[in-house]
């Protein structure tokens, strides 16, 4: 059966996410030719933004207007919301608007699921708190899949703040899911427990997570959670963890990439100017964002193929 919302990854199947490739591939064609989608022009979307986001807010705009979507932006601070109106009583309020879809961020785990109890229109998460972000993990594995065509026995490592990152434990379901081999690789302090007993393999060795790997990906630094003291200081953390360019080109498989879901601390996860190298895909992957929600609301709203 075919999914209607989106929590997490594992909402999906193994064959949904390849379906959504595949006409992730085909999209991109038309996108880039400048050919817009007219399949889902009676659909209202409602962007339920309730945390500050830039790329994926902008990115699903983009996808839903490219898609012909009627799209509503929920503002909170010119809404209800500012006068404590309930979450509840929001989504009841635009449920009664004829709602088809909701894009929801949120900073309480949970949270999407909890629309769902109030609403029968499709819920896309759009990241919950420290739970999931699973259309970074769609697009980020898209990526993936354009430069090496499989999953099988590529070798994936992930390197940065586990601690705090929703996108980490979404990429590591999909990933599994998809047969690739994953490696993380952090401070203990940025690795919790409940990270390091998923089936993957954990080392605090920058060069030994570097080494053969296929895709090496940066996480940010969340440098506004510094103050916990997890770690001792963000040249510390550069020094041991920052991803340079001699380790990349010397250790990494020969055909390499370099991802990293943004933003960037330039200096801080990545050192000098690796970003713009040629090998790295971080533009590649906003792109994608676009392409592969486009793909996403198309396949849990049951629009037509390419």
Not at 210 to 223: E, F, P
Not at 256 to 277: F, T, W, Y
């Amino acid at each position: 059966m075919r999914a209607k919302d989106l929590y997490d990854v594992n909402d999906l199947c193994h064959e949904e996410v390849m379906e959504i490739f595949e006409e992730s591939k085909e999209i991109k064609k038309a996108y880039l030719r400048g050919e817009k989608i007219l399949s889902l022009s009676d659909k209202t979307v409602c962007n339920l933004f309730v945390e500050p986001s830039t790329r994926t807010k902008n990115s699903f705009e983009l996808a839903e207007k490219y898609l012909s979507m009627n799209v509503l932006n929920f503002n909170t601070s010119s809404s209800a919301f500012s006068k404590k109106e309930t979450l509840k009583d929001t989504i009841l309020t635009m449920k009664s608007m004829k709602i088809d879809l909701f894009v929801v961020r949120h900073k309480e785990p949970g949270t999407p699921a909890f629309i769902r109890k109030y609403s029968d229109a499709s819920i896309i998460n759009a990241g919950d708190g420290l739970h999931a972000h699973p259309t970074q993990a769609i697009l980020d594995a898209f990526t993936m899949y354009e430069n090496f065509n499989s999953f099988k026995g590529l070798k994936v490592s992930i390197i940065g703040d586990f601690y705090h990152s929703r996108v980490v434990r979404s990429n590591i379901k999909l990933l599994n899911m998809l047969g690739a081999d994953v490696t993380i690789c952090s401070p203990t302090t940025l690795s919790p427990r409940e990270i390091r007993t998923l089936p993957i393999k954990y080392t605090y060795d920058l060069k030994e997570a570097i080494k053969n790997a296929d895709v090496v990906m940066g996480l940010r630094m969340q440098l506004e959670r510094q103050s916990q003291g997890l770690f001792p200081s963000i040249k510390e953390y550069n020094k041991y963890f920052g991803i340079k360019e001699e380790l990349f080109e010397t250790l990494a498989n020969k055909n390499a990439i370099l991802m990293h879901p943004g933003p960037i601390n330039r200096g801080v996860e990545l050192s000098g100017d690796i970003a713009d190298k040629p090998y790295s895909k971080i533009l590649d992957q906003v792109q994608n964002g676009v392409i592969t929600r486009i793909a996403l609301i198309k396949h849990l709203l049951g629009g037509d193929s390419l």
